[in-house]
């Protein structure tokens, strides 16, 4: 769940600010995607772990409303769900603080469970907000189908620790320029460091990338060539650079 304040400007450390408006919001990136999915039309299951509190009961009737199939949604007792703290400033950047809750409770056993929705799906879409090992279950068992499940990695939160053998079950990674940089050590400020970055990737059995740029866009990168998507032009200001659902 993500908690959201609205401010003039950004709090400085040990600073005490008045906000302008707050609201909440369903969010956590697996979440975000999966109802976007929906709303587009596909056909979605979610599997992740909620707490038995009340943002866990609301969450729960946000996904039931969006008509995603939720039979694998765990609950963890005594515990709470996931929480976002959000400062958006009026110039429409953010600081966010996750606590992740029952996101770190998931276990690969749990997703076992769910070997047969993962098996027949198209795309399995995974984030980094769950234990690694979770994770990494996940898209072992959607690459060892014989429906040949395309896998998607969104490299968020990044870690600078993510063992190469993670690669290997990966159709395309998706990380941003500071992900980018905290996953392979390497600076990206310039395009040419960028395309160094995601090379070293490809080496690593990464087949593809999708870097998004922010409002400068966003490169797909393949072994054969490197694609500029540059972003929509916006003829608004920018309220909120973060999109929740």
């Known amino acids: 769940m993500d908690l959201i304040s609205y401010v003039s400007v950004l709090p400085k450390p040990g600073e005490t600010i008045t906000g302008n408006s707050f609201q909440s919001s369903f969010g956590g990136k697996g979440a975000n995607q999966a109802v976007m999915a929906a709303l587009l039309g596909d056909k979605v299951a979610f599997v992740g772990k909620i707490g038995d509190d009340l943002y866990g009961s609301q ?3 946000n996904f ?28 429409g950047q953010n600081t966010i603080v996750v606590t992740p809750g029952a996101n770190d409770l998931i276990t690969p056993e749990e997703v076992r469970k769910a070997s047969k929705v ?4 198209k795309v399995l879409l995974v984030q980094l907000e769950i234990p690694m090992e979770s994770t990494l279950e ?10 040949k499940v395309t896998t998607i990695l969104n490299s968020a939160p990044a870690k600078s620790a993510l063992p190469d053998h993670i690669f ?22 310039s395009l040419e460091e960028i395309k160094k970055a995601t ?10 990338l999708i870097v998004t740029l922010g409002a400068d866009g966003s490169l797909l990168v393949t072994p054969n060539k490197v694609v500029y998507i540059p972003a929509a032009k ?4 920018v309220i909120d650079t973060a999109g929740d659902d």
């Open 118 to 121: 993962i098996q027949n799906a």
């Open 234 to 237: 916006l003829s608004s200001p």
């Open 138 to 147: 996940a898209l072992k068992i959607a690459k060892t189908s014989p429906n």
């Open 64 to 91: 039931e409303k969006s008509n995603i199939d939720i039979s694998h949604l765990f609950i963890a007792k005594n515990t709470s769900s996931g929480l976002a703290m959000i400062f958006v400033s009026s110039g």
């Open 199 to 208: 090379k070293s990737l490809l080496e690593r059995g990464v087949k593809q």
């Open 59 to 61: 969450m729960i009737k």
């Open 168 to 189: 290997q079950y990966v159709d395309i990674l998706c990380p941003n320029e500071t992900e980018l940089s905290i996953i392979t050590g390497l600076p990206v400020n």
